[in-house]
């Protein structure tokens, strides 16, 4: 696997004064004694910055058995139910069949993370936190496939030295591990429609960040590449009446995203292909090609292979546009960058990557006018747009 190379959003930092490394090892000295603890809770103008550092801290340790609730919640279906209408410890623990005496103990954890909230002295509603997994099967449906990412994550140091000897999460993405094995068309159906299945739940936040970011006016034909089951190709064809529009996926989800269409009666407005878009090329015509998704679950090499092959298919002048969760360069406010560098490590393939990085690997394809286009939420995804400025030699 091969390490990131963030040589161009670490610049700030290499110019970084000699002083300021004196002062930052005092400073973690002090950080870190007994004595600056004992001051800093004893002195009411720094008391909350302590107790809010201590809570962080806490949270931090305790995050993973905050991840376990949530998992219990969903699984019980528990959101689900008190979303319909608030319910006591007896009506709960009868639904879930689980004895009163242990469910009490997920609620109440429950309701300290906010997901379940006191409606009376004995009946839990619907929290703050808890009512967006309620809403979203989408987002439940993430959180239940994470029961693989937990497993692998049990032991995160032989993670880390490539010694976990059965990845649940590579398990999952069958096209992460086998994208250069002859079989790549020959995987499991039930593997390829599981991830399907929750590539299309998970995909509305990903749809509403991009619909509301970019103008599509300017263009005639849009090509989804790697669309899965085609939610995007649909909301987009009624998000902007005058598209045509293509798909290109795996045969086995080319041929689910057919199906889908079909059934929404869009078939006049949406072409599907099947095909593998490292070895074959990519349906011409198209003058906007969208990559949703998709980069991040791939390595270096076959990431400048796509790039390449869509540069090809696009008229001159025509754009690509790139949408996907992205690493914050050092400095900048970090995002679900934890989250996606381990979810990927545990995947064994792909890495995610700083918009400088795909902005560069995109140039390295030919792209030019390369710009990030924001959007609202930031944290699952983030845009960016380059465009063919000529064919290359
Ligand atoms: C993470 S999913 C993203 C799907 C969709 N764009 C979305 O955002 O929900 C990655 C998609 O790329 C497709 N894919 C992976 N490797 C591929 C390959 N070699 N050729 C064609 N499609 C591939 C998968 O089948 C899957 O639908």
């Avoid at 991840?67 to 209408?85: K, N, T």
Wanted: hydrophobic residues 45%; glycine residues 8%.
């Amino acid at each position: 696997m091969k390490t990131l190379d963030l040589s161009n959003d670490l610049g700030a930092l290499t110019q970084r004064p000699a002083w300021r490394d004196a002062i930052d090892r005092w400073w973690d000295a002090w950080l870190t004694s007994s004595a600056m603890y004992r001051w800093s809770v004893a002195n009411p103008f720094t008391r909350w910055v302590t107790q809010r550092r201590a809570r962080q801290v806490f949270d931090l340790m305790a995050g993973f058995v905050y991840s376990q609730v949530l998992l219990a919640c969903v699984r019980l279906q528990i959101l689900e139910r008190v979303a319909q209408s608030p319910r006591s410890l007896q009506e709960l623990a009868l639904m879930c069949q689980v004895s009163p005496h242990a469910l009490q103990r997920l609620l109440q954890s429950a309701v300290a993370l906010r997901l379940l909230e006191w409606r009376g002295p004995d009946r839990y509603g619907l929290g703050a936190l808890g009512a967006p997994v309620a809403g979203h099967p989408g987002l439940r449906a993430m959180i239940e496939h994470h029961a693989a990412l937990y497993h692998d994550m049990h032991d995160p140091v032989a993670l880390l030295r490539d010694q976990m000897p059965q990845s649940e999460m590579a398990a999952y993405w069958p096209y992460a591990q086998d994208a250069h094995q002859d079989g790549v068309r020959s995987w499991q159906d039930d593997k390829v429609a599981r991830y399907s299945e929750l590539m299309a739940a998970s995909q509305p936040f990903v749809i509403d960040e991009v619909l509301a970011a970019y103008n599509f006016d300017a263009h005639q034909q849009v090509l989804d590449v790697g669309g899965g089951k085609g939610g995007f190709v649909r909301r987009l064809a009624q998000h902007a009446s005058h598209l045509r529009l293509h798909l290109f996926d795996l045969p086995q989800v080319a041929a689910m995203a057919q199906q889908q269409i079909d059934q929404n009666g869009m078939g006049q407005r949406i072409q599907t292909h099947g095909g593998d878009f490292l070895r074959d090329p990519l349906p011409g015509g198209a003058d906007l090609v969208t990559l949703i998704r998709i980069a991040h679950d791939h390595p270096d090499g076959d990431v400048r292979t796509l790039l390449k092959a869509i540069h090809q298919a696009l008229p001159v002048g025509g754009t690509l546009l790139l949408a996907e969760p992205m690493a914050q360069a050092p400095g900048q406010q970090p995002l679900g960058d934890a989250y996606f560098h381990f979810y990927l490590l545990a995947m064994g393939s792909g890495r995610l990557r700083t918009p400088n990085e795909l902005s560069q690997m995109m140039a390295e394809a030919g792209f030019t006018h390369i710009e990030e286009v924001p959007n609202a939420v930031p944290l699952q995804t983030q845009i960016l747009v380059g465009r063919k400025a000529q064919c290359l030699p």
